[in-house]
């Protein structure tokens, strides 16, 4: 339960003057009843809860529940600019500890950045063993840097703001806003390649929850 969102890059094939439109893309072939080909859809990519993402499509889309819109030119721009602003305002060292505390297990990351491990204290969360002291140190280094960059905080605040909704994750900003910051980049510029080298597909973005 929660929000399942995807990117697909869909080709249509136009029957007659209409163009099929499904209720809800899938990664497959759709042909109907009388074997006319109707389009070829493929999964670009898989977010979970990323809810700056649905954000920003419910506010210019104002999309629903199952439905989807097509990815226009203007929003992998502005994605994309608003990602590599929020990034630049951390280090890379910064942005490798954050994903390191998040990918690593907690024996690895105090082994890398030379944390007696003897002397953590374990905790246990639905995502394994955490450490309550270093999350919240990272964590508080991590809004010391919005707090003291302007347009970083208008990023966070008014651009790619966080968005409540029916178990759109979490709602709390700390250090796995960035971690989405990451992914939502990656994933737009997979698309913006995608798109360069073709002329037949358009890109599409749903939500599921």
């Known amino acids: 339960m929660g929000l399942d969102q995807n990117l697909y890059a869909v080709y249509f094939s136009n029957i007659g003057d209409v163009e099929y439109f499904p209720d809800r893309f899938f990664a497959s072939d759709y042909i109907d009843e009388d074997n006319n080909y109707l389009y070829h859809c493929s999964e670009l990519a898989y977010f979970r809860k990323v809810n700056i993402l649905q954000g920003y499509f419910e506010e210019k889309y104002n999309i629903d529940n199952c439905e989807y819109v097509r990815v226009s030119d203007e929003d992998i721009e502005y994605l994309l600019n608003v990602c590599n602003k929020f990034l630049k305002c951390f280090s890379k060292d910064f942005i490798q500890e954050v994903q390191d505390y998040c990918?690593?297990?907690?024996?690895e990351y105090a082994k890398k950045y030379s944390i007696d491990y003897s002397n953590i204290t374990i905790d246990q969360s639905n995502a394994g063993e955490i450490n309550t002291e270093i999350f919240d140190s990272i964590n508080q280094r991590f809004k010391e840097i919005i707090s003291e960059n302007k347009e970083c905080s208008e990023i966070v605040?008014?651009?790619?703001?966080?968005?409540?909704g029916f178990f759109y994750g979490d709602y709390e900003l700390n250090i796995y806003y960035l971690l989405d910051i990451l992914e939502v980049k990656e994933a737009f510029e997979n698309v913006e390649d995608f798109l360069m080298n073709t002329e037949d597909?358009?890109?599409?973005?749903?939500?599921w929850y």
């Open 103 to 107: 990918d690593l297990s907690l024996k």
């Open 157 to 164: 605040e008014e651009k790619l703001p966080i968005t409540k």
């Open 201 to 207: 597909e358009d890109v599409y973005y749903t939500c």
